[in-house]
């Protein structure tokens, strides 16, 4: 499979040189047999130093050969958004008979469950991978994130991961 957007291409299980570091390797994933039309892989982003899952859905009728050019749809927070978005794909597509959409194929970006153990590990990485360097976080944040811990609901080491995340590609 290649997804293809505007200045970027991506290969699955590229060969070609140079592209290695952005093949797209398919992955087994827990849901992904009740994801109708949808392939999973990962890819390892030098940038970020970190393994991204990636869920690409096709819409009802895709042909692979065919030279169609689909829109593509992009989405984070694939684990949650994957399972739910997908059905969408399909109805948006083939069941609205007034105002039909057009066929599009949805890519949606998560992580790899061994990566997000907890719910707060979960918001670290977010924070890592969806906050600008150095952007101050909403006030209450931190305070909020401290009852939760103080509850016993997540851990010090996640919490601290969240507030202060770590410079994509820094250890």
């Known amino acids: 499979m290649t997804v293809e957007t505007p200045g970027s291409r991506i290969d699955a299980a590229s ?41 690409v859905t096709t819409p009802p009728g895709y042909d692979p050969a ?36 057009e066929p599009f194929i949805h890519v949606a970006v998560g992580y790899r469950p061994s990566d997000i153990p907890t719910s707060m590990d979960f918001l670290a990485i977010r924070a890592r991978d969806l906050l600008p360097p150095g952007e101050p976080l909403p006030p209450g944040i931190e305070a909020g994130l401290q009852e939760l811990v103080d509850g016993g609901v997540g851990d010090a080491k996640a919490a601290a991961r969240y507030l202060r995340p770590a410079a994509p590609g820094a250890d």
């Open 15 to 55: 060969d070609e040189a140079g592209s290695a570091d952005r093949a797209l390797k398919p992955c087994n994933f827990p849901w992904q047999t009740v994801m109708r039309r949808t392939e999973v892989f990962e890819v390892e982003s030098e940038a970020a130093g970190a393994t991204y899952v990636v869920f």
């Open 66 to 101: 065919a030279k169609h050019a689909y829109p593509v749809i992009f989405a984070p927070d694939g684990n949650f958004m994957a399972p739910v978005s997908i059905p969408s794909v399909e109805s948006a597509t083939t069941l609205e008979l007034i105002h039909p959409i």
